[in-house]
């Protein structure tokens, strides 16, 4: 099993900052890709940013420019630094991280979600 533990959501006033961040805990083999996805009210879940294991990112055209996405490995965590807020990225924002667990004697490959942190932009 994996569990993810997110952190950092809030209340903040447009053009404000918060840094989320996510661990990773469990019989975790490797991690291959680690994101975040968000989710407004009345809306569709959807990819905010996502970080590959060669550290290689993807943004959503919304935030690039004002996001950041980085990882630590060795601590098996994802971040989330988020500039110049405005209020339609207030959602429920959620970590996802995939890769391989052990199963018994076997790998197996895994996807976890996060339970969700909210981030509130005030304008």
């Known amino acids: 099993q994996v569990q993810l533990v997110e952190s950092g959501g809030g209340l903040v006033q447009a053009g404000g900052s918060l840094r989320l961040s996510c661990a990773a805990s469990?019989?975790?083999?490797?991690?291959?890709?680690m994101g975040w996805y968000r989710q407004a009210p009345g809306k569709q879940r959807e990819l905010v940013a996502r970080?590959?294991?060669?550290?290689?990112?993807d943004y959503a055209d919304s935030v690039k420019g004002r996001f950041n996405i980085s990882r630590d490995n060795a601590k098996s965590t994802v971040y989330l630094q988020m500039n110049s807020l405005k209020s339609e990225d207030t959602a429920v924002y959620y970590c996802?991280?995939?890769?391989?667990?052990?199963?018994?004697?076997?790998?197996?490959?895994?996807?976890?979600w996060g339970q969700g942190t909210q981030v509130t932009v005030s304008s």
């Open positions: 996802n991280v995939n890769g391989r667990l052990y199963s018994g004697t076997y790998l197996a490959n895994f996807v976890s």
């Open positions: 970080i590959g294991r060669d550290g290689s990112t």
């Open positions: 469990g019989s975790i083999d490797s991690i291959n890709s």
